[in-house]
């Protein structure tokens, strides 16, 4: 399994960024998707993340600024960001879990600056 994502960049502070994460090869059936993202000096944490039914988690510093979705046809993930703030500053890593392997894709760096 291959995650492919893309969306990353520069914003400013209060803007908005689409993150999208492809996933191709041998899959049945993607259980979970989601993000995580890695700060400098920092560890992973976990972003949100959404399964194959629909159900979505998101972390506490994320939750009414951040969106998941999922589109099952296509293996494909989203995060919409809104309202971005420096300290979502962070490389963003896509996750699939596939029954019983867990799959990163590379990561795609958010940097929010003015």
């Known amino acids: 399994v291959q995650l492919q994502a893309s969306g990353g960049g520069l914003v400013q502070p209060g803007g908005s960024l689409r993150l999208s994460c492809a996933a191709s090869?041998?899959?049945?059936?993607?259980?979970?998707m989601g993000w995580y993202r890695q700060a400098p000096g920092k560890q992973r944490e976990l972003v949100a993340h959404i399964t194959s039914g629909g159900s979505t988690t998101y972390a506490d510093p994320v939750k009414g600024r951040f969106t998941i979705s999922r589109d099952n046809a296509k293996n494909t993930v989203y995060l919409q960001m809104n309202s971005l703030k420096p300290e979502d500053t962070a490389v963003y890593y896509c996750?699939?879990?596939?029954?019983?392997?867990?799959?990163w894709g590379k990561g795609t760096q958010v940097t929010v600056s003015s």
């Open positions: 996750y699939a879990l596939v029954v019983p392997e867990g799959y």
């Open positions: 090869g041998s899959i049945f059936s993607i259980n979970l």
